[in-house]
Nanobody
């Protein structure tokens, strides 16, 4: 059974940093393209970044230059390093496969506020 577990969220002041983790069981991140998504209150879920099976990365314009997606294939974990956080980054963050999404995990709440 596939399970995705996100962690690392929290409350941070504008300009601060957080690193999110996405651990998977039942699937291999090494052979899949994995995305980070977020959903703010009252808004649709949007893709933030993704990393392909060969390590190529892509980012939404809103986070380009501030967020970095990476992975540890030995731990089957994908990370999202978020720097220079803004209040608009406040959302629940999720991970999932980009092309064949599975059941969504619980997500991790990121709140950027002074």
């Amino acid at each position: 059974q596939v399970q995705l577990v996100e962690s690392g969220g929290g409350l941070v002041q504008p300009g601060g940093s957080l690193r999110l983790s996405c651990a998977a069981s039942g699937i291999s991140f090494r052979i899949n393209t994995v995305g980070w998504y977020r959903q703010a209150p009252g808004k649709q879920r949007e893709r933030v970044a993704h990393i392909t099976n060969i390590g190529t990365t892509d980012y939404a314009d809103s986070v380009k230059g501030r967020f970095t997606i990476s992975r540890d294939t030995a731990k089957n974990t994908v990370y999202l390093q978020m720097n220079s956080l803004k209040p608009d980054d406040t959302a629940v963050y999720y991970c999932n496969l980009l092309f064949t999404p599975t059941s969504w995990g619980q997500g991790t709440q990121v709140t950027v506020s002074s």
